[in-house]
T-cell receptor, first 112, second 114 residues
Framework: GQQLNQSPQSMFIQEGEDVSMNCTSS?????WLWYKQDPGEGPVLLIA?????ELTSNGRLTAQFGITRKDSFLNISASIPSDVGIYFC????????????FGKGTLLTVNP | DAGITQSPRYKITETGRQVTLMCHQT?????MFWYRQDLGHGLRLIYY???????DKGEVPDGYVVSRSKTENFPLTLESATRSQTSVYFC?????????????FGSGTRLTVV
């Protein structure tokens, strides 16, 4: 089946630093989504990308849909303690019969 | 209140018991999904449903049963709970499946099998 390779698996950073994480796939996707999961909660959608090359921002977050449609990255600028959580990428429209394909997540820890 | 709700939030059960996790959404979304989340494995799909009375197996269906008699409800039953089913379970719903804005997740049920 389709797989997404998400990296890094975990990051430990200082408050104020910028963060970058990415997802790659051997398959093409028509939609890339980035979710954040706060401790003890379900994942929540941060950014949705629908077009190859698209660059979208949501506050301090910026995500891009790779031009090959096989990758995406998420950047967080000037991190703050509430950025702590697990970030998941997900690919859609890749022929998996309406199921999203999820990466395994990046655990972000921010040291105040 | 509009949204997707899971119940219970926490459950402890004994090995061999049957337990049902509930999921209810108020949007009339066609698609619903059950995932389990374990350290090192990310989110793994257990079962999914495209509409009422249509369900299909995901990646890890063994030991689980689902039903979807009504669009808004998608209960997950562990027929005879085992310790390996100790996990956090998430239900999700979607209007457009893997298109549009993807899924909306519930807050999860933390299940411990002793």
């Amino acid at each position: 089946g389709q797989q997404l390779n998400q990296s890094p698996q975990s990051m430990f950073i200082q408050e104020g630093e910028d963060v970058s994480m990415n997802c790659t796939s051997s398959s093409i996707f028509n939609t890339w989504l980035w979710y954040k999961q706060d401790p003890g909660e379900g994942p929540v959608l941060l950014i949705a990308l629908y077009k190859a090359g698209e660059l979208t921002s949501n506050g301090r977050l910026t995500a891009q849909f790779g031009i090959t449609r096989k990758d995406s990255f998420l950047n967080i600028s000037a991190s703050i303690p509430s950025d702590v959580g697990i970030y998941f990428c997900a690919g859609g429209g890749g022929g998996s019969n309406y199921k999203l394909t999820f990466g395994k997540g990046t655990l972000l820890t921010v040291n105040p | 209140d509009a949204g997707i709700t899971q119940s219970p939030r926490y459950k402890i059960t004994e090995t061999g018991r049957q337990v049902t996790l509930m999921c209810h959404q108020t949007w009339s979304h066609s698609y619903m999904f059950w995932y389990r989340q374990d350290l090192g494995h990310g989110l793994r799909l257990i079962y999914y449903s495209a509409a009422a009375d249509i369900t299909d197996k995901g990646e890890v269906p063994d030991g689980y049963v689902v039903s979807r008699s009504k669009t808004e409800n998608f209960p997950l039953t562990l027929e005879s709970a085992t310790r390996s089913q100790t996990s956090v379970y998430f239900c999700a719903s979607s209007e457009l499946g893997d298109r549009g804005n993807g899924y909306t997740f519930g807050s999860g049920t933390r299940l411990t099998v002793v």
